[in-house]
């Protein structure tokens, strides 16, 4: 094995290591995000829940599209930069709603 294959390979479990904990520290504070819209249901914190959520969902999928469904890089990339854009969309509106 070249050391280019050995460096390929720590990069893609150090890349598996942080989208697990991406996608693990996402989902915690949209589930809190998620359960303080619930018990305010103030438009604001479901806004903030969902922009989360999609960020999250964006990580997640590109690395699921990249990894098991061997989409290219770039295109995995391109989801996720476009999920996480929504999710910052959403987010700014959250910040302007009352």
């Not at 390929?8 to 904990?21: H, N, R, S």
């Not at 996402?26 to 303080?36: L, P, Q, R």
């Not at 960020?55 to 989801?79: E, H």
Request: charged share 10%; glycine share 10%; proline share 2%.
């Amino acid at each position: 094995m070249s050391p280019h294959e050995t460096a390929g390979t720590e990069v893609t479990t150090a890349l598996a290591i942080v989208k697990t904990l991406i996608l693990i520290l996402g989902t915690i504070i949209t589930y809190y995000a998620f359960k303080a819209y619930r018990r305010t249901r103030s438009s604001a914190l479901g806004a903030l829940a969902l922009g989360f959520g999609a960020i999250t969902l964006g990580s997640f999928l590109a690395g699921v599209a990249t990894d098991i469904l061997q989409v290219p890089l770039a295109l995995g990339v391109l989801i996720e930069s476009l999920l996480v854009l929504v999710g910052f969309v959403i987010i700014a509106y959250s910040l302007y709603t009352r």
